[in-house]
């Protein structure tokens, strides 16, 4: 500004500059004073220019153009929304236990199942053929060890029949040992013929023990075999039984009471082991299960509060499972219903939740709009007390919901501001509301 002045003034003299001239004229003349009379109508309109540029810039907006809303005091809550689907409290899912080709469905989609209802039945050629072959082996064992038990009983027979002729001996030549003794006593016999019945004696003594040794010995050995060969026998029964069940899952069945849904098989379809075929419903209640950004995963967890409006009522929710597995930048979580039920709602129904993220308090309150995208919540444009103009006030803001914005300073209840946007007005510190 300074430089214009000094370029007005340089003109200025210039204009007025006396010129050396020989014929004497008017000092002021027309001309004279209309060159100076412009100047200064130039010098005039610079100020007022610069003024107008140096002061606070303004700008005139229609009052039914924006939205002014008042600050006011009241509950808070912080929340956000989420959809929510209605899904059975539990499903349990039905998975191809052995591969094979679907030859015959009993049920369609949707039927409600008893436990233990057959659903679709399917067809394995190899798996039939081993239940066969282990059908054999397990009748092959069992001859085995039928003819194996014969055998033992043979033996112990014959043993027990050798050990009845050892006895036999040992109490004869117990009873000749013991005559020969008093009669060698009395000296009725001979020495010699005295140690004959000795010597028998005592082997027929050694033979008893040995042969009672060999009994022993024996009805241990067959008792070994008996329980190997049982054994044996039950772990090849075992096998059997855990094909005859492969086989018999063959024929799919409702596991649970409930709904069959998703049902995804055809006659003549084949199917791999652990293939999804469909999944039941247990019908007995519901859950909600939403989707929530992965912004809020650290503040979420089980027993947080939530609520739904349905059929001009409001129900309550609570988390009872967090999945904090992200996929696609959202995380899930699974609600119970915190009290009644209400009646009408289906599965697949999609539901609008408000998830609570804090308790209820009072708070100065500040209604949300588009001012937020151009000020980040730093400032706001407060209407004045005439309501004739509105200028720019620094604010703080702090936790938020979809509807408010909680005001920590700058702001009183009472007070009147522009929550539309504020994208039409740049660098506006003021703006002219116009009725």
Known sequence: MASIVCKVSYLITLILKPVDIAIAKKRWSTKRLTMIGGVLAIIILIALSYFLTSGKSRVNVETDRITISEIKTG????????????????????????????????VEDGAFMKKGDPILRLT????????????????????????????AQQNTISKLNQMA?????????????????KLFDQK?????????????????????KLTEQILKQDSTSTKQESDQTRQSFERTQNALDVMRRKVGDLIVRAPVNGQLTSLDAEIGQNKNKGERLGQ????????????????????????????????????????????TQVTNGRFQVDMEFAGTVPSGIRRG????????????????????????????????????????????????????????????????????????????????????LKR
């Open 75 to 106: 509950s808070f809550q912080e929340f956000i929304p989420v959809n929510g689907i209605v899904l059975p409290v539990t499903t349990i899912y039905l998975d191809a236990a052995e591969g094979g080709r679907v030859e015959e469905k009993y």
């Open 349 to 432: 129904q999609t539901l609008q939740v408000r998830l609570a993220l804090s308790d209820e308090t009072q708070a100065t309150l500040l209604a949300r709009g588009g001012f937020y995208q151009q000020t980040g919540g730093n400032w706001i444009f407060k209407v004045g007390s005439d309501g004739k103009t509105a200028f720019r006030v620094d604010v703080q803001l702090g936790r938020q919901n979809p509807d408010y914005y909680e005001v920590l300073q700058g702001l009183k209840p009472g007070d009147k501001v522009v929550t539309s946007s504020y994208e039409n007005y740049g660098e506006m510190q003021e703006l002219v």
């Open 280 to 323: 039941i419903d247990v019908v007995s209640g519901f859950k909600i299960r939403a989707d929530i950004d992965e912004h809020y995963i650290s503040r979420i967890f089980t027993g947080l509060n939530g609520d739904f409006s349905f059929n001009e009522k409001t129900y309550r929710l609570k988390i009872k499972k967090v999945f």
């Open 124 to 151: 394995n050629t190899d798996l039939e053929l081993s239940l066969v072959n282990q059908e054999t082996s397990v009748f092959n064992l069992l001859t085995q060890m039928q003819i194996s038990r014969n055998a």
């Open 165 to 181: 002729d050892v006895e036999n001996a040992w109490k004869e030549a117990e009873r000749l040992f013991t005559l020969n003794k």
């Open 188 to 208: 009725a016999i001979s020495l010699q013929e005295f140690k004959q019945s000795q010597i028998a004696y005592d082997y027929q003594v050694k033979r008893k």
